[in-house]
Nanobody
Framework: DVQLQASGGGLVQAGGSLRLSCAAS????????IGWFRQAPGKEREGVAC???????YYTRPVRGRFTISSDNAKNIVYLQMNSLKPEDTAVYYC????????????????????????WGRGTQVTVSS
């Protein structure tokens, strides 16, 4: 089974930086994607960013230019470097993944807001104070 373990959340002042990590294991395919969603209090879950095994990166508009997603394929860890954080970035961040034909579904879920029916990790809280 695919297992995802997210870490790295915390409290930071506006303008600061945090790096989230998502350690993944159990993919039965060499082609997979790992991404991040977030959910702020009282709001719907939204996509943040995604990276595929061929190195393609996808970002949603609110984070483009401030967040960078990267991967250490040898360790199966995906990082989300978050810079210039704003109070509106406060949310629980979830990593998610899918493989094979599910890669495109995950990308669409991140970018278009459709429901992700693949794999989820536990959330990690990010709080940005003003």
């Amino acid at each position: 089974d695919v297992q995802l373990q997210a870490s790295g959340g915390g409290l930071v002042q506006a303008g600061g930086s945090l790096r989230l990590s998502c350690a993944a294991s159990g993919f039965p395919s060499d082609r997979y994607a790992i991404g991040w969603f977030r959910q702020a209090p009282g709001k719907e879950r939204e996509g943040v960013a995604c990276i595929t095994t061929d190195g393609s990166e996808y970002y949603t508009r609110p984070v483009r230019g401030r967040f960078t997603i990267s991967s250490d394929n040898a360790k199966n860890i995906v990082y989300l470097q978050m810079n210039s954080l704003k109070p509106e970035d406060t949310a629980v961040y979830y990593c998610a993944a899918d493989y094979g034909l599910g890669v495109n579904d995950l990308i669409n879920s991140i970018l278009e807001g459709s429901i992700h029916s693949g794999y989820w990790g536990r959330g990690t809280q990010v709080t940005v104070s003003s």
